[in-house]
């Protein structure tokens, strides 16, 4: 299936690993030059660096703090450079571990910066170019945490099902620009981060972090088993081509039968 994105020019937060990193892969594949952002340069300049040699397209790094309006600035400028962007991916984010009753305030508007204002700032400054190009496409990555919560981590759990909202108002404002939004919740996804997580709770009881990996997946997926980036990367290069045309404000899960309801 030709998905006609050979020469759209996308915006990818949180692309140096990971998630980001498969979407990237997975755009620069069918052709779509890239402004990959990230705090730490060095390994994004790095996977900047090999995509766009990998898959002969356009790959530029900007060193970022999405949670930040300077960063986010620095973003939509380098879009502009490159005569402005036709698909924004908002996928920076982090998960959180605390109590409502502990946590205090500045940890409450942190993750709000990251995984709301950040949408926010983007749109704000993206959507120009994209209806200027005469349409585009913006995706958010919420987390199936945004409407089955797990208890340990309150923040993350009420930041991304703000996120999910803000996508569902934000489609229905820009489709009359052309412009479509949608959102995607994934459940498992194995990343580095969860293979790092896995190797420290297990270090002082033997080491088997597979084991511990495996005992999460049996609890929370239907299909007893992490998806790999790839997999869920595929949902976002697709719905980020015009073969998904009539997807509009909508939620998409892929999460391996995590969601326990309907
Ligand atoms: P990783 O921790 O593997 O990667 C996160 C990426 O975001 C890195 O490139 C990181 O680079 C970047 N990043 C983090 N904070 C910022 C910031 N403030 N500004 C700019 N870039 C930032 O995460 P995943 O790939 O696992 O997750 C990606 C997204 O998917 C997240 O939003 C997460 O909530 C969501 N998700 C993940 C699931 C999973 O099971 N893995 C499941 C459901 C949703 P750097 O640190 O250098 O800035």
């Known amino acids: 299936m030709d ?5 759209k020019t996308a915006v990818i937060t949180g692309a140096s690993v990971g998630i980001g990193l498969a979407i990237a892969e997975g755009l620069a594949a069918e052709g779509t030059d890239l402004v990959l952002a990230a705090r730490g340069g060095e390994r994004l300049e790095a996977e ?7 898959h002969g397209v356009s790959a530029t ?16 400028a380098a879009a502009a450079e ?9 996928n920076a984010g982090t998960g959180s571990n605390e109590t409502v009753m502990e946590a205090p305030d500045e940890k409450w508007q942190a993750y709000w910066d990251l995984h709301v204002m950040a949408a926010v700032r983007l749109a704000r400054g993206i959507a120009p170019q994209m209806k200027r190009r005469g349409g585009g496409v913006i ?3 919420a ?5 089955q919560p797990l208890w340990y981590e309150p923040i993350y759990n009420v930041s991304k099902s703000a996120l999910m ?3 569902k108002t934000l489609s229905t ?3 009359p620009d052309n412009i479509r939004v949608n959102c995607v919740n994934a459940g498992l996804i194995l990343t580095p981060d969860w293979i790092k997580t896995a190797k420290q709770l297990t270090a002082e009881t033997g080491g088997n972090w597979e084991g511990y990996l495996q005992s999460v997946a049996n609890e929370h997926a239907a299909s007893k088993r992490f998806g790999t980036p790839e997999e869920l990367a595929n949902v976002f290069v697709f719905l980020s081509s015009e073969r998904a045309s009539y997807c509009i404000g909508s939620t998409y899960f892929v999460d391996g039968g995590m969601l326990k309801t309907i």
């Open 3 to 7: 998905l006609g994105l050979r020469g």
């Open 48 to 54: 900047a660096a090999h995509i766009a040699e990998k």
């Open 61 to 76: 790094a900007v060193v970022a703090d999405v949670a930040t309006a300077a960063g986010t600035e620095a973003i939509i």
């Open 82 to 90: 490159k005569g402005g962007a036709d698909i924004l991916i908002n």
């Open 139 to 141: 995706l958010h990555n």
């Open 143 to 147: 987390s199936i945490c945004a409407v």
């Open 165 to 167: 909202m803000f996508s």
């Open 173 to 175: 404002e820009l489709i």
